[in-house]
């Protein structure tokens, strides 16, 4: 390890580097390639379709942001922490953000090289900004609910990912209504057998759609990024739910 008084910049590599070589007193065959301190930068790149191909409704996916960017001489050097996010700048919007999380230094050279410039994706012109560090929006493991961890979730017990049922989803078979035998309703329900996996469908207990609730087909799991859009979707689902309670008071319909 070197100490410097100053955070060291890719260019004093060569001169440390060269250093240790000219040295009597370092075997520089026992020395580890120099590098610097690896620290963590957040970008976004936004001006780029959400659909790159002409007349396809084909998705822009991470691999094609990874992809394009290899192809970039700007990203030459950059690595990535993770992969690309890519986000659908509204519901009607035919454009995305992309987020990029790159390994960077300590002073955030990688970055600043890289944020203002703008480079071409097909006819489109995008641009690579800044960003704050981006989580997601949490999906609880106990409830399955999105904007809490599971550490702080405040309901008692657990709900099952795939019925919503009162068990943990690890027990969904031996507790699961779906898969036990019931005579009384019209056809009757056969009994699932204990060695097969449970053959129902369920509806998300999020956006009541055909799959489970951490399911990556869910608008929920690919809004994961978007705070907004999730703050905005729970508003409409509790406006909905007054609406059906205060019809259900008045004997009304819900409009």
Known sequence: MVITNKVAQQSDMSIIDQYVKNSNDINSLQVEELRLPKSKSYLKIIGIPYYPHANSQEKLTSNNIETILKQ????????????????????KSNMAIVWLD????????NAKMLINRCFNVGNYIATIRGANMNPGVPQCKN???WGHATFSCRIQGAK???????????????????????????????????SEPCPHSFKCSNCR?????????????????????????????RENRSK???????GTSPQ
């Open 72 to 91: 970039n001489h700007i990203f030459n050097n950059i690595s990535l922490m993770s992969k690309p996010r890519v986000i659908k700048v509204s519901p």
């Open 102 to 109: 790159i390994w960077d230094i300590q002073s955030g050279y």
């Open 143 to 145: 409830c399955w609910k």
């Open 160 to 194: 099952c990912v795939k019925c919503n049922g009162p068990h943990k989803s690890d027990h969904h078979r031996e507790f699961g209504w779906c898969c036990k035998a019931n005579t009384k309703i019209n056809p009757p329900r056969l009994e699932t057998k204990k």
């Open 209 to 237: 759609g055909d799959h489970q609730a951490d399911s990556n087909q869910c608008p929920f799991w690919r809004h994961q990024f978007n705070r907004e859009w999730h703050q905005k979707k729970y508003a409409e689902i």
């Open 244 to 250: 059906s309670i205060r019809s259900e008071v008045n």
